[in-house]
């Protein structure tokens, strides 16, 4: 069996020597093709004695094998060898930029508005609204607010143009989204549970003053909801709003035509190292006007004021983002510059919600 | 409204601390807007002695002086300090005003140092008047008697510190803008006692040689009550020192005595009170009448005001003298030679003097005060208190009283539910504490029937009792108390289908990379008429700037504008967008929702891939397109070029399903945005999100999806057709060919311009589509195939006189 095992150490060198493909097949054909010295062997195991054939045909079998096995080996060695070749050729500079995706942004109100529905929807509070251009019945008189009250002068209201021969009095841009209050009551009737977030308008223009501004109406309308109602949904709004563990509100008297008792609400806060915290620290900030809706507000809206009471309330919301945010400029929210929408904007999908958090 | 501790205490006994007194005042609605407390500045200047001065030797007009001050106050241990002084009457023996090194010197701004001046230690200061910013006095340093209590504050001995506190009045309480009023809300709360006020009538010596009527017109409503007496023999002159301090600390400027004293009043009691230089009231009446309209007045703020018919004037025999409640007259006013005044006390009618005010822009401290409402009841007494006061200060003799009208009957009773603070606030407050809260306040108590007093108008009901009793109880006191869910269990959706809408056009159009913007909802008139407004019924009566004239009639102009002023920032390339309302009408309603895009510049910036191209009309189209499918609108509409005079007639089009229009996208028309200054070109698109229809039938279940398991053929198709026939034309003719199998077509490829024109003809040019053909029975013979094809070619040629591309 020497010349087997010749054959085999032959073949074996030659493949592991084989420099390409070409090579390899010469050497498959030479030893396994069918004019090949294997093949020419297996052929004569037809003309040994069953005895030999015995010993000879599983080690031809055994040897075909294995040179089968080296062959294909080799050939997988080759084609990984001119792969890498080929990969180390392939060299791209990966410190270029990628391709540019273009990334639009939220602006901060819009944001703060789906944050505010968020929590409030959780509370049960549904989304009302109303017209921007507004009567003056439903911007003042429904509201308590005769022609000559002084707080109809310090609303600073602006007029829309009225034809010489139209006897009405002018429209007005709403001064706040309190007449949504009206709409919703009178449209629904009690009980009720709305917000009104929205754009709202006074002439007044300086560093902290815009003459459009935006702000959010709360309203809640049942058999016996007290002030003590409203400072828990306030307290709640604020601590989910604020992303702060704790709260404190100070409720203090104060004045608004359509609600009696009224209240000025006061956040405990901290402005140590010029940085604003809620819910710590020694220092009060007023940030809404809340109050029991007013009897004849309810009765303004088609609502029984022995029968039904509740809660209503106001606050700025480009006010709330800039405390939250940390956004110094009301008018900058109005100017549109890409620099400022791209700085405080938020991103497509950053979807404020209850369960992951309003802000990333 | 202004006031100083210590006019406070004039009514209130109390030994509260000024913090606790702030704080009250707040709490109780009455919130402190800002405190001037002069401790705060002067509290560290205390009375000392100049030991001994001796000469500089060093400066010839500086002396060196040994002070004996004391850092602990009076009777505490004394410290002597080297000063160094410029003053001429530093001298020994001088008792004067020490600060020590470390004070803030107001008069100065100066922090002193301990230091040398020409060699010699100064550790401290002597101060002048002027360094005390008490005057301009600098000829030397304070100067005192000696026997001024050393270790004094000086403040204190000159009775200096007397903290001014400024408070924001609610228009519904016209009571606390008279100091009486605020003492009587801290004396509820518990902050001391309101002092006993008896106001003595000065019995006439003579009877008033001036008359006063009201007209008829007036007395039902304008003015219901006139009264005043004559005072004669009067010397005017400036006023006390402790009256002109008082006036000074909250801002006014003493003027004379009798001026002086009708301020005080106006403040003190909130009882506002005119005083005419009887020589120059002409035939000793005065009439109460309203104006004719046309008459004049030179006022005493100096301006010459014409009345309007209607107003209220008081008028003697020749000509008006003053503004009813207003103001008074130039004329007939005080001067230091007046020594017979007649004294007016009036009530006025709170709408008229408002609205007589108003047209006349007139803010004086009577206006504000008559139109929220002084106390009718007070008119007399008040009367008497100031006769009393010029009697005290400018001698002279009182006449009778004379008046016109009666003192107008405020009396009115609510119901006192003490029940309803529990249920209205939420606070437990005892029954007897609520009734002694309200006696405190002035009301009477008869049985369970509350009447406010006369210088409340503001109560009006029962629930104001209830706010009167919290607010005094301190709403600060108030626990939150849960409020049930409405529906027990997870809370349902909220949102309508519109609002759905809103937020997501806006969140899709920040996924596409446009940039949000909030502008303003007035825009100026030129830019409005260029979007179709402008008109009157748009128009703002009372706009703030000539840029905010007009309610927008579209997102767009806005937008344009937003993008000027970032090119002009030096920003080429942007995508801007806005959701929210414009504006077709003025009447409440008249407004839409719209989403817009807009797109200025390049795609992208330059990068090595060359990504960089123009923004073109079809990136606008399909972000439109990309938004009505995230508002739901069905993906086969029809598109149009009627588009409106802003958009480029050749470049943009409508997207709409029948009449109703959901989206204009397209090029902007060059003339506007040249009128708004924006260099373009600009890409843009106005979606109106509310024509988008809602779904029939809203089922969250989906069609169920027919896979076919057999293989769909794609076949190409290149076309000659003339230059201005649309794809969409080609497409429908294409797709018409076998609705059953044709599953899609889509243009790939457009061959146009002057080569395609050199090869294919004149006014010529190439679509290329692919057609998908997607069998559901059997796989498509050759046959068949070659059939469809000859169908879409024969269908394309019909429609569009296309013929297939050698």
Redesign the interface.
């Known amino acids: 069996m020497d010349a087997l095992t010749d054959l085999k150490a032959r073949y074996l060198t030659g493949i592991a020597a084989a420099g390409d493909e070409a090579a390899l097949e010469e050497l498959r054909l030479a030893a396994l093709g069918k004019k090949g010295e294997v093949s020419l062997k297996m052929r004569e195991l037809g003309q040994m004695s069953p005895d030999e054939r015995q010993t000879a045909g599983p080690a031809l079998n055994a040897l075909k094998d294995e040179l089968d096995a080296a062959l294909r080996a080799k050939r997988v060695a080759l084609a990984d060898a001119a792969l890498d070749e080929r990969l180390k050729a392939e060299w791209l500079d990966v410190t270029?930029?990628g391709?540019?995706?273009?990334?639009?942004?939220?602006?901060p109100?819009?944001q703060v508005m789906?944050e505010l529905?968020a929590i409030f929807?959780?509370?049960?509070?549904?989304?009302a609204?109303g017209?921007?251009?507004?009567?003056d019945w439903?911007n003042f008189d429904a509201l308590n607010i005769p022609p000559?009250?002084?707080?109809r002068?310090?609303h600073d209201t602006?007029?829309?143009?009225?034809?010489a021969d139209d006897p009405r009095p002018?429209?007005v841009?709403r001064t706040h989204t309190s007449p949504v209050q009206i709409r919703a009551m009178t449209a629904q009737g009690a009980?009720i549970?709305v917000i009104a977030p929205g754009?709202v308008?006074r002439?007044?223009?300086d560093q902290t003053h815009s003459?459009?501004f935006h702000q959010v109406e709360g309203l809640?309308i049942?058999r016996?909801?007290?002030?003590?109602?409203l400072?828990?949904?306030?307290?709640e709004f604020c601590r989910a709003f604020f992303e702060v563990p704790h709260v404190d509100?100070?409720?203090?008297?104060?004045?608004f035509?359509f609600t009696?008792?009224?209240?000025?609400v006061d956040i405990r806060c901290s402005w140590a190292g010029g940085q604003l915290k809620i819910g710590e620290g020694d220092s009060w900030m007023e940030i809404l006007g809340s109050g029991?809706v007013?009897?004849k507000v309810l009765k303004a809206a088609g609502v029984d004021p022995d029968q039904w009471?509740g809660f209503a309330f106001g606050m700025g919301i480009d006010r709330i983002a800039m405390l939250k945010y940390g956004i110094p400029d009301l008018r900058a929210?109005?100017?549109?510059?890409?620099?400022w929408?791209?700085h405080y904007?938020?991103?497509?999908?950053d979807?404020p919600t209850l369960q992951g958090g309003l802000s990333r | 409204m202004k006031f100083t501790l210590s006019w406070l205490k004039d009514h209130l006994e109390t030994e509260a601390p000024l913090g606790d007194i702030l704080y009250a005042l707040t709490d109780l609605g009455l919130e402190v807007e800002e405190v001037v407390d002069p401790a705060d500045r002067l509290g560290a200047f205390r009375i000392c002695r100049v030991i001994e001065a001796v000469q500089h030797p060093n400066a010839d007009r500086l002396r060196v002086c040994r002070v004996e001050t004391f850092p602990d106050g009076p009777g505490g241990r004394s410290e002597e300090v080297q000063v160094v002084c410029g003053a001429p009457n530093a001298r020994t023996g001088l008792v004067g005003v020490f600060a020590p090194a470390g004070t803030h010197v107001p008069g100065t701004g100066v922090d002193l140092k301990p230091g040398l001046i020409r060699g010699v230690e100064s550790n401290g200061m002597l101060c002048s008047e002027r360094e005390l910013e008490l005057s301009d006095n600098h000829d030397g340093i304070i100067d005192l008697p000696a026997d001024a209590p050393l270790g004094v504050r000086f403040i204190d001995w000159r009775g200096l510190n007397d903290p001014m506190i400024y408070i924001k009045i609610t228009p519904n309480r016209p009571d606390a803008l008279g100091v009486r009023g605020i003492a009587r809300d801290l004396a509820a709360r518990g902050l001391g006692t309101l002092k006993p006020q008896q106001i003595q009538p000065v019995a006439g010596a003579f009877p008033s040689p001036v008359s006063v009527q009201i007209d008829p017109a007036l007395k039902e409503k304008g003015c219901p009550l006139f009264a005043g007496r004559v005072i004669r023999g009067v010397k005017n002159g400036p006023s006390p020192l402790w009256l002109q301090a008082r006036l000074k600390a909250i801002g006014l400027r003493p003027i004379s005595a009798l001026v002086d004293i009708t301020n005080f009043f106006t403040f003190d009691q909130n009882r506002p009170l005119h005083v005419f230089d009887v020589a120059k009231v002409a035939g000793g009446a005065l009439r109460i009448h309203p104006a004719a309209g046309g008459e004049t007045l030179l006022a005493l703020d100096g301006k010459t005001y014409t009345f309007q018919p209607g107003m209220m004037a008081i008028s003697d025999a020749e000509q008006a003298e003053s503004l009813a409640g207003v103001m008074g007259g130039e004329h007939s006013g005080c001067t230091d030679a007046t020594t017979e005044v007649f004294l007016e006390s009036a009530y006025w009618d709170p709408i008229t003097v408002a609205t007589t005010g108003r047209a006349l822009k007139i803010n004086s401290d009577a206006r504000y005060r008559f139109e929220r409402g002084v106390d009718p009841a007070f008119t007399l007494p008040g009367l008497e208190a100031a006769t009393r006061m010029i009697l005290d200060l400018c001698g002279g003799e009182a006449s009778d009283v004379v008046m016109d009208g009666a003192v107008p009957d405020t009396r009115r009773a609510y119901r006192l539910d003490t029940a309803r603070v529990q249920s209205l606030v939420g606070m437990d407050i005892p029954a007897d504490a609520q009734r002694k809260t309200l006696v405190a306040l002035g009301f009477t108590l008869e049985g369970d029937m509350a009447f406010p007093p006369s210088w409340r108008p503001d109560v009006l009901g029962e629930a104001d009792l209830v706010e009167e009793v919290a607010r005094v109880a301190s709403l600060t006191k108030l626990v939150g108390r849960p409020m049930p869910r409405a529906r027990a269990g997870v809370p349902g959706p909220i949102l309508t289908p519109l609002q759905q809408r809103e937020k997501a056009a806006r969140r899709t159009l920040a996924a596409l990379g446009y940039n949000e913007c909030v502008t303003y909802s007035f825009i100026d008139g030129a830019a409005a008429a260029l979007f179709g407004g402008g008109q009157d019924a748009l128009r703002v009566e009372n706009p703030i700037s000539s840029e905010m004239t007009h309610m927008r009639p579209d997102l767009l102009p806005g937008l344009l504008q937003a993008a000027a002023r970032n090119q002009a920032r030096g920003f080429a390339d942007m995508a801007l967008f806005e959701v929210g309302p414009a504006f077709h009408g003025g009447e409440p309603g008249e407004q839409h929702l719209q989403a817009a895009g807009l797109l200025v510049g390049a795609t992208a910036a330059r990068d090595p891939f060359g990504s960089r191209r123009p923004a073109d009309l079809y990136d606008a189209k399909a972000d439109a397109e990309a938004v009505l499918a995230a508002l739901g609108a069905p993906a086969k509409m029809q598109i149009t070029r009627k588009v409106a005079g802003w958009w480029h007639p050749g470049r943009s089009g409508q997207m709409a399903l029948g009449p109703n229009v959901m989206a204009t996208f397209g090029e902007v028309h060059p003339k506007v945005l040249k009128a708004l200054d924006v260099k373009g070109p600009a890409m843009a698109f106005t979606i109106m999100v509310a024509n988008v229809p809602l779904p029939k039938v809203k089922t969250p279940t989906r069609p169920a999806l027919a896979l076919s398991g057999l293989q769909a053929v794609e076949r190409d198709f290149a076309f000659v057709v003339d230059a201005r026939v649309e794809a969409l034309t080609l497409l429908n003719a294409a797709q018409g060919a076998d609705k059953a199998l044709i599953e899609r077509v889509a243009v790939f490829d457009q061959f146009s311009g002057d080569k395609a024109e050199a090869q294919m003809g004149p006014g010529k040019k190439s679509l290329a589509i692919s057609v998908r053909l997607q069998p559901t029975d059997k796989t498509l013979t050759d046959e068949e195939i070659e059939a469809v094809s000859a169908k879409i070619v024969e269908k394309v040629a019909k429609a569009t006189g296309g013929i297939l591309r050698g």
């Not at chain 1, 391709?99 to 602006?107: E, N």
């Not at chain 1, 016996?224 to 109602?229: G, I, P, R, V």
């Not at chain 1, 509100?249 to 004045?255: D, E, M, Q, V, Y």
């Open positions: 270029l930029p391709r540019p995706r273009p990334r639009g942004t939220i602006h109100v819009s789906e529905t929807a959780d509370m049960g509070f549904a989304v609204e017209p921007q251009i507004e009567t439903y000559e009250h002084p707080a002068q310090e602006f007029f829309m143009a009225r034809a002018p429209h841009l009980p549970r754009r308008y002439m007044d223009m003459p459009m809640a049942d016996d909801l007290s002030m003590a109602n400072k828990w949904v306030l307290e509100l100070r409720f203090r008297a104060s004045h035509p009696e008792p009224s209240a000025e029991m007013h009897p009471q929210f109005f100017e549109s510059d890409l620099r929408l791209r904007g938020f991103a497509a999908l979807l």
